[in-house]
């Protein structure tokens, strides 16, 4: 019988799959170096070379059924790969079953089952087989009640998505806001939602700012307080200008449509992850080098 500190070594030095480490240690009579040389000869150990590579292109996704919606992100090395319907499929049946469980962290979600193994499982294998590195990199599950609504955008076939609830107000929205989160890139819903150090981090850039421009300690003192206000109007959602109406703000269109915003969530894929730069000469120069 295989022990499971076997196969957990296995899979640790491959990269491969829980159910794959498993067959290929039964093939090999439990030998540690012949299952390592059958998982490479059925190319699924290629995902494990991949492993420190660069995947910050990809798809961020929604899927929504009733009360209840997941938004996710899952990232591959380069926007071709992002678009491969194999890729695609991937990140559907990923939502599908996060989306049907109750899970609160990345590292639960990857031992989901699906029909071919964990979902970990899944992600190795299309790894080896599309022959990029591919990642689930973050996701959050929505509830609301029947009462409130969910308008979801998806921007650029996946690029970023966005997720809102209203309480109030109706679907379309709940999307024309996320349509408008997605172009202006909001940090919060509000200026209470902004943490008091963030504030004070600001208020203090713009009172070295405006003593730099020669302001008397008085004078820039009341600069401050105007400035740090168009901060707010800059990164508050509902202080925004509407982009579908520039003479209303995001709250005006809310209260408009009798809908309060209760959450918005935004996702843009490769955000805050460092990205690839290569050019296409230089891909191609380092694929005839190897």
């Known amino acids: 019988m295989i022990s499971a500190g076997l196969i957990k070594e296995l899979r640790e030095k491959t990269g491969a799959g829980m159910l794959d480490c498993k067959k290929a240690l039964e093939e090999t009579n439990g030998s540690l170096e012949s299952a390592i040389d059958w998982l490479r000869e059925k190319g699924i150990s290629k995902a494990a070379k991949k492993s420190d590579r660069i995947a910050a292109e990809g798809i961020a996704s929604i899927l929504v059924e009733g009360n209840k919606a997941v938004i996710l992100e899952i990232n591959s090395e380069t926007d071709f790969v992002a678009k491969n319907p194999e890729f695609k499929t991937m990140v559907d049946t990923i939502a599908s079953t996060v989306l049907k469980n109750d899970v609160k962290t990345i590292e639960e979600a990857l031992e989901l089952k699906t029909e071919d193994g964990t979902i970990n499982d899944l992600v190795v294998a299309k790894t080896a087989k599309i022959g990029e590195k591919l990642s689930f990199r973050r996701f959050e599950i929505i509830e609301k009640t029947d ?26 929205v709940a999307k024309d806001i996320s ?47 105007g400035r740090l206000q168009k901060f707010f109007k800059e990164v508050c959602l509902e202080e925004q200008q509407f982009v579908k109406d520039q003479d209303i703000t995001v709250l005006d269109y809310a209260k408009k449509n009798n809908a309060t915003i209760k959450n918005v969530i935004r996702f843009e894929v490769g955000e805050g992850m460092e990205k690839r730069n290569e050019d296409f000469a230089c891909e191609v120069m380092n694929q005839i080098k190897k």
């Open 179 to 225: 349509m408008h989160t997605a172009a202006m890139k909001p940090t919060n819903i509000k200026r209470d939602d902004i943490p008091s150090d963030v504030v004070e981090k600001e208020r203090k850039i713009l009172k070295e700012q405006a003593i730099e421009e020669g302001k008397p300690a008085e004078i820039a003192e009341k600069m401050v307080e």
């Open 147 to 172: 009462s409130e609504n969910f308008g979801s955008y998806i921007h650029m076939g996946g690029n970023i998505a966005v997720l809102t609830v209203l309480e109030g107000g109706s679907e379309e």
